[in-house]
């Protein structure tokens, strides 16, 4: 007992120290950063890995998966620009650290993952953490999920040859989406606002590199 409050303090100094370096790196938004700290990523990665969950790298999660790397997922969460009361839609589950790092930060998430085992597993760890405004669905998330559009934020978390059309159609007006879009082999970041006239606007954040969205609105299986 003695021993495990030990290790978990251990933890959240270290997690406060990868915080910390991500600060240092130019990431300034307080509430990203402290939602960074409230999540226990070492509880998301595989066993194996538990070691290496705060270094700053992407990790195998299995089935050619990745958890994404904490400076990613705090540029992204960045981008979104939330406040606290918004609805978002996270496409790409995965381990389910974004979705728990947009728990923190929104009012309600929808996440989808394509892989019934990560979707699976991500519901149990959400769980395990006391995560409860997180929902994980099963399926192509290139389709959106109407049933609970519009969305105030909407972030994909695998690489698309083009913003998906039915995503754009689901994000509110006001709304912010953000995504890896491009070749396989590399990707941009954008972030595309709807406009109250429901224009789009396109901002491009930077170079990135994010694994396939496969499905009907990304790339074939
Ligand atoms: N957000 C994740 C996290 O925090 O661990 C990282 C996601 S990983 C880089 C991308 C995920 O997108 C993978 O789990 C992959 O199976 C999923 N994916 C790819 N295409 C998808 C689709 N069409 N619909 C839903 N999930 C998809």
């Known amino acids: ?6 290790v978990s303090d251990e933890l959240r100094r270290v997690r ?12 300034r938004e307080p509430r990203v950063l402290a939602a960074l700290e409230a999540i226990p990523r070492h509880w998301l990665v595989p066993e194996a890995l538990r070691a290496q969950a705060y270094k700053d790298a ?17 540029a992204m969460t960045e981008a ?28 309600r998430v929808i996440s989808i993952e394509r892989l019934p085992r990560l979707a699976a597993e991500a519901r149990r760890a959400l769980d395990r953490l006391g995560v409860r405004n997180v929902v994980v669905h099963l399926g192509d998330g290139s389709l959106g999920r109407p049933n609970d559009a519009p969305y105030d934020a909407i972030v994909l978390t695998a690489g698309a040859p083009a913003v998906p059309e039915p995503l754009l ?32 606007t396109r901002e491009v954040l930077g170079p990135c590199r994010f694994v396939d969205l496969v499905g009907r609105h990304g790339w074939a299986a």
């Open 80 to 107: 979104l620009q939330l406040r606290g009361d918004e609805l978002v839609l996270e496409v790409g589950t995965g381990s389910g650290y974004q979705a728990a790092v947009l728990g923190v930060l929104a009012e």
């Open 169 to 200: 159609a689901q994000l509110k007006p006001g709304g912010r989406l953000v995504a890896p879009v491009g070749p396989r082999d590399g990707q941009r970041l954008v972030r595309i606002r709807r406009q109250a006239d429901d224009k789009f």
């Open 58 to 74: 992407a990790l195998p999660i299995g089935g050619g998966q990745t958890i994404s790397a904490p400076s990613t997922v705090a």
């Open 1 to 6: 007992m003695i021993q495990s409050s030990r």
């Open 16 to 27: 406060r120290r990868m915080v910390e370096r991500l600060q240092h790196d130019g990431l």
